[in-house]
């Protein structure tokens, strides 16, 4: 099937500093990517929606200044958390659907853990 | 908005069947999935099945909707130990993001 790669999958940084996530989608042109955030035993919030060569969607409450998106191409959107804090610790998962008006499938990378010390 | 709700718990024997229920709100829903979550993992994609169809079938899981009343169940047959996890139901239109339900850990007892 197809496989959303997402790197890294661990990272530990230091409160104020920039941290960039990336998704990719391996196998598959993605047109749309998704952007969620996970907190621990709760379920996936969606962040924004990220359409190749635009700009980003963004859910009611993300601040799109703190977490900015970049869709550069059809196969990579970029998640940068801005002057990152320890309340930005989660789990931020992506998820791509490829393109074609019939496919109803969303795949989803792995997740990357973000904590900030 | 929509809503999808999933009970949070479920527990049961190794070798029964396990049956994850899941209702939604939104009627113009396309497509249902579950997705089942490790500890510490992302998503694995379990099944989807679109509105207009009642059941599919794969292998040990099989997909239940009924679409008057909204809801969607999973079975997993002769239950394993690997199957524990988070199963998440999520429900979303053609080109819309996918709304979650909270999640049902399903611990397997052996």
């Known amino acids: 099937g197809a496989v959303v790669s997402q790197h890294p999958s661990w990272v530990i940084c230091k409160s104020g500093t920039s941290v960039k996530i990336e998704c990719r989608s391996l196998?598959?042109?993605?047109?749309?990517m998704f952007w969620y955030r996970q907190f621990p035993k709760q379920s996936l919030m969606l962040m924004a929606t990220?359409?190749?060569?635009?700009?980003?969607?963004?859910e009611q409450g993300v601040e799109k200044d703190k977490f900015l998106i970049n869709h550069a191409s059809l196969t990579l959107s970029t998640l940068t958390v801005t002057s990152a804090h320890p309340e930005d610790s989660s789990f931020y998962i992506c998820?791509?659907?490829?393109?074609?008006?019939?496919?109803?499938?969303?795949?989803f990378g792995e997740g990357s853990r973000l904590t900030v010390l | 908005g929509e809503d999808v709700e999933q009970s949070l718990f479920l527990s049961v024997r190794e070798g029964d069947s396990s049956v994850i229920n899941c209702t939604y709100t939104?009627?113009?829903?396309?497509?249902l999935y579950w997705y089942k979550q490790e500890p510490g993992a992302g998503l694995q994609l379990l099944t989807y099945?679109?509105?207009?169809?009642d059941m599919k079938q794969d292998q040990r899981l099989t997909v239940l909707l009924n679409k008057k009343d909204k809801h969607l169940s999973l079975r997993i047959a002769d239950t394993q130990t690997g199957d524990s996890a988070i199963y998440f139901c999520?429900?979303?239109?053609?080109?819309?993001?996918?709304?979650f339900g909270k999640g049902t850990r399903l611990s397997v007892i052996a």
């Open positions: 196998d598959f042109q993605a047109t749309t």
């Open positions: 099945i679109f509105s207009n169809m």
């Open positions: 999520a429900e979303a239109q053609r080109n819309t993001p996918l709304v």
């Open positions: 939104d009627s113009s829903s396309t497509y």
């Open positions: 998820s791509a659907r490829s393109r074609g008006p019939n496919t109803g499938e969303l795949f």
């Open positions: 990220s359409n190749e060569g635009s700009k980003a969607t963004y």
